[in-house]
């Protein structure tokens, strides 16, 4: 302990101790130090031993009386959590330091340095309690699509975390056909809502539910619930339009390939390689169903190739693409290697296909499709083959692959079959749509640009810009154009590659 003797105002003499009698500079308290310090104890009341609460989940610690703050240990924002767990009533601190000067006995100022020990104990907060409660919400947000496999989900999922939406939630449970958002509150339900009508082509529908009524202050508590229908059509889909719609789009072809689905759905016809954006609002008035799910495509390999060029659109057509070229191919199955059945079709892959390689497409020739519209068209008008995409190997690709995706916390339970056979069937499909979702990302720079992407760092960097099949390799260089691309530890792609 020591006197903090105050500024002289004139030159003064000495007095005596009023207690050992030994002369001091006056002061107020008219006693020296070590009579001071004897007599007067400043850190009486003030425990030396104070609970420091600290909640797990979310790593925060507890500000008295009722807020939570995120700080790291020995941390300038953690000394006001310290100094309000202790509570001083009869002293008055005079700056924010642990060792606290405080006033005592006719004005005089005293500094006593003494240890408070802080004991961290575990305590959850409340948003931690409603997350681990499941079911304490009070608002669902239920997405729904009713297709064979989750690309959408896929993608919508990396949207999710990029804007940072999920962190509101208190649950992510994923089901079947969709995935369920739970939220404390309505504003964070409706702000998914609006989010998810703005980035994906979808219908909502609203309810509520009355949970309690208190009669006599007149207040309702409802459980409100979202249903987000999201359109069953998907990339690489091949769907038939009604002559209505092909007819408002610019007179396309009823039979179209699905590009991309983004906030509208991007339609190409493989015959003319004219395009159209169709939006959630027209697809509800106009509906129209896939044709083929990916398990049905067939593998073709292409015997013959000749390019179309400078064909025009007639009158009143729409916009043509610039990133396709068309062009007419002669394939055949692989599995009928043996048989000289050849197929001929067009296509809006011509500027990817080459003699001998694989091809993805589906045989409208020999298959038999249940299709309001398509049933209604002329054979003539039908194609014997679709193309939809390139195959590559895909083993090598994977292995190639320098880059992952981050995933939400979702609840999964249920969604494995029991059976232990059919369980492994599910894993394997839900790899397989998972790997096929990557390779979208990498052949499409349109659909990647909303997408965070992390360097993996289990993978070594490849160096040639093409695989053995002439395939372009997205490196992590490639992909910093346009694309936001971050480290897994929340750094930025110019900082992560600077070694």
Not at 399 to 413: A, G, I, T, Y
């Amino acid at each position: 302990m020591e006197y903090m003797q105050a500024p002289a105002t004139s030159s003064q003499g000495n007095i005596l101790c009023c207690t050992c009698g030994i002369p001091i500079p006056p002061n107020p308290a008219n006693m020296c130090v070590s009579c001071l310090r004897t007599t007067v104890d400043i850190s009486e009341g003030i425990p030396k031993q104070v609970n420091l609460h600290f909640c797990k989940q979310c790593e925060r610690y507890l500000q008295p009386p009722a807020s939570w703050v995120q700080c790291a240990l020995e941390s300038r924002e953690l000394i006001p959590s310290l100094l309000c767990s202790i509570y001083i009533q009869t002293y008055t601190l005079v700056d924010g330091s642990l060792a606290c000067p405080v006033q005592v006995m006719n004005g005089a100022i005293l500094q006593q340095v003494f240890v408070v020990e802080f004991v961290i104990q575990g305590q959850m907060c409340d948003d931690c309690h409603r997350v681990e409660a499941k079911d304490f919400w009070n608002s669902v947000v239920q997405v729904r699509q009713k297709t064979s496999h989750k690309k959408t989900f896929y993608y919508l999922e990396q949207l999710i975390l990029k804007h940072k939406l999920h962190q509101n939630a208190l649950n992510i449970k994923e089901i079947h056909e969709g995935i369920d958002f739970y939220y404390a509150t309505k504003q964070h339900a409706q702000k998914m809502v609006d989010f998810l009508q703005c980035t994906v082509p979808c219908r909502s529908k609203t309810s509520q539910r009355l949970i309690s009524h208190d009669i006599h202050s007149n207040t309702f508590n409802y459980k409100s619930t979202y249903s987000i229908e999201i359109v069953p059509v998907c990339k690489d889909n091949v769907v038939c339009l009604s002559p209505r719609l092909a007819q408002s789009l610019g007179n396309m072809g009823q039979v179209c390939v699905c590009a991309r689905v983004t906030s509208t759905i991007h339609l190409i016809d493989p015959n003319t390689l004219q395009i159209a954006e169709v939006d959630g609002g027209t697809y509800w008035r106009n509906p129209f169903n896939s044709l083929v799910s990916p398990r049905q495509l067939e593998e073709f390999i292409v015997m013959d190739t000749d390019i179309i060029r400078n064909q025009k659109l007639g009158a009143g057509a729409g916009i043509r693409s610039n990133k396709h070229t068309l062009a007419e191919v002669w394939v055949q199955k692989t599995s009928e290697m043996d048989t000289a059945q050849q197929y001929h079709c067009r296509t809006h892959l011509g500027h990817l296909l080459n003699i001998g390689d694989l091809v993805q497409g589906f045989d409208f020739a020999n298959s038999n499709v249940n299709d309001e519209f398509l049933n209604k068209m002329s054979p003539s008008h039908i194609p014997d083959v679709v193309l939809i995409k390139k195959s590559y190997n895909r083993s090598k690709r994977v292995k190639r692959r320098n880059w992952k995706l981050k995933e939400m916390d979702k609840d999964r339970e249920g969604m494995a079959p029991e059976d232990e056979r059919e369980s492994e069937g599910w894993i394997c499909s839900i790899s397989r749509q998972y790997q096929d979702f990557l390779e979208d990302l990498e052949e499409d720079e349109a659909l990647r640009k909303n997408v965070n992407i992390f360097r993996d760092a289990s993978k070594i960097p490849v160096e040639s810009d093409t695989d053995d099949e002439g395939a372009p390799r997205i490196s992590l260089m490639e992909m910093l154009e346009d694309l936001s691309l971050t480290d897994a530890t929340g750094g930025e792609g110019a900082d992560m590659l600077t070694e």
